[in-house]
C-alpha cells in the first residue's frame, strides 16, 4: 500500500498550528501511526491507530482522519518539535510515508 | 524499560554476507513480534522483515525477499537478520522495533540502529 505524505517540507513560526497530510492508496481501516525523527535519533511514535496518543507525548500533537487521509496536527508549533514526521500504514504489512520535513520559519 | 540493542553492522563488499543481531530487555520477548526497519541515508523508513512470537512466521517485502532471513532465540532475548547477496542499495542504518501491543501495532520501541554500507 503506497503512502503519500505532504507537503515535503514545511515552514513554520514557533506558536504556529501545523498540519502535515498523508494519504493511503487504499483503505487501511484507521491502521495508521505517525513518528517523529529528529536528526541521527530513532523514530519516536507519537500516535498510532490514526488518533491515539502514544504515552509519554504532549497533547499538542493529535492525529485525526479514516480510511485513506490522515492528518497529524501541533496545535503549537514549539522549537523541539523540528523533525521530520513520518506516516506508517500497519492494515497491509508495513509500509512508510516519504516523510514531511518540518523546520522553523 | 525496554531496550534494544543492534550490533553487526559494518562495510561489507556487494554480493557477500553479513548477520545483525538485536538483544531485547525489559520486556517478556517471546510474547511480541519483533521487526526490522532500515533507512538508507538521508532517505525515508523502509521495513524489512517481521517474524511472530515462536519464529514460525516471517515476512518480507518483495526488495529483500529470498536474500533476507529473520530468526529469533527466546532463550537468548535476540532476534536476527541475515543478510545474504548484499547489493549497494542496501546500504542503510537497520533498526529493530517492538510494538507497543495490546491493540497498539505502531513501532513504540526502537533500538538505536546499526549501520551497513555495501561498498567494494
Known amino acids: 500500500i503506497q503512502m503519500t505524505q505532504s507537503p515535503s517540507l514545511l515552514s513554520a513560526s514557533v506558536g504556529d498550528r501545523v498540519t502535515l497530510s498523508c494519504k493511503a492508496g487504499q483503505n487501511i481501516n484507521n491502521y495508521l501511526a505517525w513518528y517523529q525523527q529528529k536528526l541521527g535519533e530513532a523514530p519516536k511514535l507519537l500516535i498510532y491507530n490514526a488518533n491515539s496518543l502514544q504515552t509519554g507525548i504532549p497533547s499538542r500533537f493529535s492525529g485525526s482522519g479514516s480510511g485513506t487521509d490522515f492528518t497529524l496536527t501541533i496545535s503549537s508549533l514549539q522549537p523541539e518539535d523540528v523533525a521530520t514526521y513520518f506516516c506508517q500504514q500497519y492494515n497491509s504489512w508495513r509500509t512508510f510515508g516519504g516523510g514531511t520535513k518540518l523546520e522553523l520559519k | 524499560e525496554v531496550q534494544l540493542v543492534e550490533t553487526g553492522g559494518g562495510l561489507v563488499q556487494p554480493g557477500r554476507s553479513l548477520k545483525l543481531s538485536c538483544v531485547a530487555s525489559g520486556f517478556t520477548f517471546s510474547s511480541y513480534w519483533m521487526y526490522w526497519i532500515r533507512q538508507a541515508p538521508g532517505k525515508g523508513l523502509e521495513w524489512v522483515s517481521s517474524?511472530?512470537?515462536?519464529?514460525?512466521?516471517?515476512y518480507y517485502p518483495d526488495s529483500v525477499k529470498g536474500r533476507f532471513t529473520i530468526s529469533r532465540d527466546n532463550a537468548e532475548n535476540t532476534v536476527y537478520l541475515q543478510m545474504n547477496s548484499l547489493r549497494s542499495e542496501d546500504t542503510a542504518t537497520y533498526y529493530c522495533?517492538?510494538?507497543?501491543?495490546?491493540?497498539?501495532?505502531?513501532?513504540?520501541?526502537w533500538g538505536q540502529g546499526t549501520l551497513v554500507t555495501v561498498s567494494s
Open positions: 517474524i511472530n512470537t515462536d519464529g514460525g512466521s516471517t
Open positions: 522495533a517492538k510494538d507497543g501491543g495490546p491493540y497498539n501495532y505502531g513501532f513504540a520501541y
